[in-house]
């Protein structure tokens, strides 16, 4: 299909939601929306809610730009409704979906391959274990939740509990993870390569939130200040966790690298576009500005479900 012709698609961009992330995403959906539009697309803003069904029927969109982040929109329910409705979206499909947006499960798949991730313990929202499996510090955080919400770094055991039940207050299941000093680096990938590797340091103890998304709260360094052949390595190990989990057009994967060993985090479908996001300063670092990045991810818009008949 020609750009022409692609443009000529009713767009509809998904915002909103019903997470705690739900105020980034309106955020990432306006930017995207005004993006779009700029080159020319015909595009309706659609507030994810319980109605998001009668909302999308009544929008008619030829494609979705699936801007959520977080429950419902990021874990492949959202994406679940577009396959039954036979509406192309952006993004992964379900099963990538689900995997990535919990964390115990995709690190579990990632030491299956062999692929390094921290030590990690999975605990229920009431449990404390009486000997944790790696040394404190440790990272207490909800097992699928995003942006850094309710997470906590623990560095002594009497802070172990109220950690705990500061995370069970977005997810029932709690990921207890082995800190792992040194840099904070992450990897935008965008139809199947890499597009270079940002390193994030936060003016403060980590990434909490409020750091995240208050302007000046952190320094970004890019490419990341680390050898070559550490650069190299993590970027060769960004791809091999995404295709682990099943790909997708584009996501963002996140380490913590120790000197010159780098571990996996967490691997985001569905990251931020906002204008303190990373995947966007990744992207213009690469050449890819932000309306084009916009196009290339809705170039990417798929159904991962064929109907079947015997």
């Not at 995403?25 to 009668?54: C, H, M, N």
């Not at 940002?198 to 208050?214: C, D, M, P, Q, R």
């Not at 120790?258 to 906002?274: A, C, F, V, Y």
């Not at 303190?276 to 990417?300: H, N, T």
Request: net charge positive; with cysteine.
């Amino acid at each position: 299909m020609k750009r022409a012709q692609r443009r000529r698609r009713r767009v509809a961009v998904l915002l909103g939601g019903l997470s705690a992330e739900r105020e980034v995403s309106e955020v990432s959906g306006r930017a995207v929306v005004l993006a779009l539009r700029g080159l020319g697309y015909t595009v309706t803003p659609v507030q994810a809610g319980r109605d998001l069904a009668d909302r999308l029927h009544d929008a008619h969109p030829d494609v979705v730009f699936n801007a959520l982040h977080g429950r419902y929109g990021e874990d492949g329910c959202v994406q679940g409704l577009l396959e039954v409705g036979g509406i192309p979206y952006t993004g992964a499909g379900v099963l990538t979906s689900a995997l990535a947006m919990d964390k115990a499960r995709s690190k579990t798949v990632w030491k299956a391959q062999g692929l390094a991730t921290p030590p990690w313990v999975l605990v229920g929202s009431r449990t404390v274990p009486a000997r944790l499996p790696m040394r404190l510090p440790v990272v207490v955080k909800p097992n699928r939740e995003g942006s850094s919400v309710g997470v906590t770094i623990v560095k002594k055991r009497g802070s172990l509990a109220s950690a705990v039940r500061k995370a069970a207050r977005f997810d029932p299941e709690v990921l207890i993870e082995a800190y792992v000093p040194g840099s904070e680096v992450t990897v935008g990938i965008l139809n199947g390569r890499s597009l270079g590797t940002l390193e994030i340091v936060a003016k403060g103890e980590f990434h909490s939130y409020e750091v995240k998304y208050t302007p000046g709260l952190e320094e970004f360094h890019l490419p990341a200040r680390l050898p070559r052949a550490t650069l190299a390595r993590i970027e060769k190990l960004a791809l091999a966790a995404h295709d682990a989990l099943g790909g997708g057009f584009y996501s963002r994967v996140d380490f913590r690298v120790d000197g010159r060993d780098p571990s996996l985090i967490e691997l985001n479908t569905l990251p931020g576009l906002t204008a303190l996001s990373y995947l966007p300063r990744i992207a213009a670092y690469a050449g890819v500005p932000f309306p084009a990045l916009c196009e290339k991810i809705l170039d990417g818009a798929a159904l991962g479900v064929r109907e079947t008949r015997r």
